[in-house]
Nanobody, 126 residues
Framework: QVQLVESGGGLVQAGGSLKLSCVHS????????MGWFRQAPGKGREFVAA???????YYEDSVKGRFTISRDNAKNTVALQMNSLKPEDTAVYYC????????????????????WGQGTQVTVSS
């Protein structure tokens, strides 16, 4: 089994920054890629960013140039640096682990991921 635990959420003003972290433990050798998704009230789960174990990254269009996904294998951590935050970024953010890598379309779908964290709330005030 794989366990994912997110941290770093909070309340920030528009234009501010937050860094989310996801620590993965357990049988992490089964993971080929990690992703971040978000879910706003009344909406479905939306892809934000993904990174494969080879370092390839993918981003949803609305966060390109503002968010950066990275990984630290030594610390078993995947991070999401979020800059220039907007009120529409407000959501619960989830870390997820995928057993297979793929292209941007594949990794943008929640069905590619078998493992999910509990989520961390990000609120951006205007």
């Amino acid at each position: 089994q794989v366990q994912l635990v997110e941290s770093g959420g909070g309340l920030v003003q528009a234009g501010g920054s937050l860094k989310l972290s996801c620590v993965h433990s357990g049988r992490t050798s089964v993971l080929a890629a990690m992703g971040w998704f978000r879910q706003a009230p009344g909406k479905g789960r939306e892809f934000v960013a993904a990174i494969t174990w080879s370092g390839t990254t993918y981003y949803e269009d609305s966060v390109k140039g503002r968010f950066t996904i990275s990984r630290d294998n030594a610390k078993n951590t995947v991070a999401l640096q979020m800059n220039s935050l907007k009120p529409e970024d407000t959501a619960v953010y989830y870390c997820a682990g995928a057993p297979l890598a793929g292209d941007s379309y594949y990794l943008s779908r929640p069905s590619a991921y078998n493992y999910w964290g509990q989520g961390t709330q990000v609120t951006v005030s205007s």
